[in-house]
DNA sequence: GCCCTAAGTCACCAAAAGGTAACCGCTATG
DNA sequence: CATAGCGGTTACCTTTTGGTGACTTAGGGC
């Protein structure tokens, strides 16, 4: 049970969300529950990513066990990013956030739009 | 529907997560989902937060149509915030990911553990 | 008159995030 | 041999974030 008001400091969620509320992870999280996926590969579909914000996201979400990395040894070293068990847990609201953003994409522009208008009159 | 593997620069979800996708924006939602509130009351429950950074977060939010902002003309003037329809789509999967992350804090808090652990050795 | 609360705004400054570019070892390809 | 790709690391530098404290407008209590 979530404590239904109040989000202390000391709230367990609070150090999660510090670590996962930025684009990145979760848009890392989000292309790799769709399946195992290679580091510049991942790079290409976050498109836009550094591969240093890329390196540090994934470290971030392998320490939380959101993650795992393998490095598989094949020639040339490949390595291998999988969602665990956890981390799959995780993207299914995450899932359900970002379809809801797709699918109200429409209406967030006109709600941007309108209020732009009241402040640029203001 | 979501394209599956990938999310380009122009993909409307983009700009929401950049806009959302920050601890203060996603723990105001959550505590607005739980019923209208005033903005020092707000401040008190969402622990730590600035002035600037509510303010901000606040217009954000307002901004995308999932928060709306009204005046009360009584003495002296106060002001509530309340959750839009839009919001509160939101904040259903939001909820979701803040109820597992508090049910997940210990196994998160091991994994890190464990990381750090591995880290450190080598 | 003085201080307090509400709900901000503004200017200033420090810390952190994040991009760029160079470099690394290693392999495969032309 | 030169080049390109993989999977990074590191140094440098710029931008953004975000906190602090002062100030504001307006009413209420003592």
Known sequence: MIPPFRLDQCCPSRSLLADLADKW??????????????????????????????????????????????????????????ITPMGKDVSTPLKALLS??????????RARAAFDQKTAAK
């Open 100 to 109: 809801w953003a797709y699918a109200h994409s429409e209406e967030v522009e």
């Open 25 to 82: 992870s979760l848009m890392i999280l989000y292309v790799l529950s769709h399946g195992d996926c290679r580091f510049n590969e991942l790079k290409r579909r976050c498109e836009g990513i550094s591969q240093k914000s890329l390196t540090q996201s994934l470290r971030r979400l392998e320490r939380n066990g959101l993650v795992s990395r393998q490095v598989l040894d094949t020639s040339p070293v490949a390595v291998e990013y999988r």
